[in-house]
């Protein structure tokens, strides 16, 4: 897709599949010493939630994936079905900024007992169970939270912001400039 959008620009672009954490050393692999500036867009893009396959909504039933490079080994499944229930409660406290924290990583424990949780709309369910109904009806769905916490935890996404700006800063010239465009508080305070 990529490809395609730039395709105008020619030998003056060099596409590379790369975490932001990498860019140390993508630029040190084609040769590059200095940049201009550089721009991190932190968001997870709608084409990426709007693939069903790749298990990151829990609009549509697929199998818990979540990970942004699909060959990475470690996904969804594993965190909700390997990780025990104080380790879960962190994640999604601490990544989703959730209170029912621990009612929802118990509510996934109970459920895991029985059998593996294995798609999104089945963590969803034991999520919203889980919710009190006082606190439902809000704008968002009870699980928006959880989901996004597990995905932060599955792509190490907060670890990778700090060596990615430390990188940036170093690979610019003089009156270079970083934009880092940032969607929620937790990638802004590591960011600033």
Do not use: W
Not at 25 to 38: A, P, R, S, T
Not at 112 to 130: F, G, N
């Amino acid at each position: 897709y990529a490809e395609q959008k730039l395709s105008r620009f020619g030998k003056r672009k060099v596409l590379v599949k790369a975490n932001f954490s990498e860019l140390g050393k993508v630029l040190e692999k084609l040769e590059i010493e200095k940049v201009d500036g550089v721009l991190f867009d932190l968001g997870v893009s709608s084409h990426q939630l709007d693939t069903p396959k790749r298990g990151f909504s829990f609009n549509f039933e697929a199998p818990l994936d979540m990970r942004m490079d699909g060959s990475a080994k470690f996904s969804a499944y594993d965190i909700v079905n390997g990780f025990e229930q104080k380790d879960l409660e962190d994640i999604i406290r601490s990544y989703g900024e959730e209170r029912m924290a621990a009612r929802i990583a118990k509510a996934i424990i109970r459920k895991r007992q029985l059998a593996p949780v294995k798609t999104t709309t089945e963590l969803a369910s034991v999520v919203a169970a889980a919710i009190p109904a006082k606190f439902k009806g809000r704008k968002i769905h009870p699980a928006t939270k959880t989901f996004q916490a597990i995905r932060i935890a599955v792509n190490d996404e907060l670890g990778v912001i700090k060596p990615a700006v430390n990188a940036a800063a170093d690979a610019l010239k003089p009156g270079g400039r970083l934009c880092v465009i940032a969607f929620h508080s937790l990638e802004d305070r590591i960011v600033k």
